[in-house]
């Protein structure tokens, strides 16, 4: 019988499964040494996965997009997931699967010659806000510093690079801002740490950046919501001082859904306070993990 304790945790790693706590990576694989690697997130609520195939779709695209082989196919990948959640025990869960580059032979510095590693953990859920600012709503700093662009890297394709995010969100949080967005060079937001960005004007419509972000699986679940309840909702560029101005300011991400923004920068966005459109999308986003369409129950 297998005497580890998962209750941390559960992690695969190179064919087996351990305790989250036990399970690391050689010291010279390239996903480490070089950030040369590709993931994605999805959880599970109430002891489902939500949009797993969305997840495992966008997982097999960034692998394709960087020139990495999982070395299993998606329904593979599944059950290692769900594996690792059912050795957990945990009911919400945040579940990562990763490829990294790997290695080559000693010597050569050949990319094509390294041998791709897929790893895998099951954690407890992680919040990207505290429920205050889930309530209240969160303070976002418009950044300064620059997304890479993505010429550079391509953002559709999950990545590690996250030294700008991580720089970003250090200067936010230092001047007391709960978070940041990052700016594209042109004056337009982009996205943050482990989120897309929606602000909505006083008409009632919805705008999303089109371009250099992570096409976020909660950001197209707010896509499909708004498309469901009849909310107009524009991809396009998304200039800062129209972030600044908006109605309302909402943050996506699978750390918890839709995420309420009431103060951009200091100043309260609309009247300061969490607002309508936000809100049913927050309610829609929740009552949708109850749908069998985007529920995948785990096999405990
Ligand atoms: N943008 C970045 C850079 C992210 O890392 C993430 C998620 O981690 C997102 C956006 C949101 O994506 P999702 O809704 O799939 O969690």
């Not at 399970?23 to 999805?42: E, H, K, M, N, Q």
């Not at 309840?229 to 001082?241: C, D, K, N, V, W």
């Not at 951009?264 to 927050?282: E, H, I, S, W, Y």
Request: negative net charge; contains cysteine; hydrophobic residues 40%.
């Amino acid at each position: 019988m297998d005497q580890h304790d998962y209750s941390q945790g559960a992690a695969y790693v190179r064919g087996q499964y351990l305790p989250i706590g036990q399970a690391s990576i050689p010291i010279t694989d390239w996903g480490f040494l070089r950030s040369d690697a590709t993931y994605d997130v999805v959880t599970v609520w109430d002891g489902a996965f939500f949009r797993l195939d969305a997840h495992l779709e966008r997982f097999m695209a960034s692998c394709r997009r960087f020139r990495l082989d999982a070395g299993l196919s998606p329904e593979a990948i599944a059950q290692v997931l769900e594996q690792c959640v059912c050795l957990s025990g945990l009911r919400a869960s945040y579940v990562e699967m990763i490829v990294t580059r790997g290695q080559p032979p000693w010597g050569s510095r050949d990319p094509r010659q390294a041998v791709n590693q897929f790893y895998a953990f099951a954690v407890p859920f992680v919040w990207i806000a505290s429920e205050a600012q889930r309530r209240q709503g969160l303070h976002l700093q418009v950044s300064d510093v620059q997304r890479i662009p993505a010429a550079s890297v391509d953002p559709r394709a999950k990545n590690y690079h996250w030294n700008d995010l991580t720089m970003g969100l250090l200067g936010a949080l230092d001047a007391g801002f709960d978070t940041v967005v990052l700016s594209d060079g042109a004056g337009n937001v982009v996205e943050g740490p482990g989120f897309n960005v929606f602000c909505v004007d006083a008409q009632g419509r919805i705008a999303t950046p089109a371009e250099g972000v992570l096409e976020g699986i909660t950001r197209r679940t707010v896509i499909e919501m708004a498309a469901a309840l009849g909310l107009p909702l524009a991809q396009r560029a998304l200039p800062a001082a129209e972030l600044r101005g908006a109605r309302e300011v909402f943050l996506s991400t699978s750390g918890g859904g839709v995420l309420p923004v009431t103060r951009v920068d200091g100043a309260p966005v609309g009247d300061g306070q969490v607002g309508p459109v936000t809100r049913r999308l927050v309610d829609t986003y929740w009552a949708w993990h109850g749908d069998a369409r985007y529920s995948t129950p785990v096999r405990y």
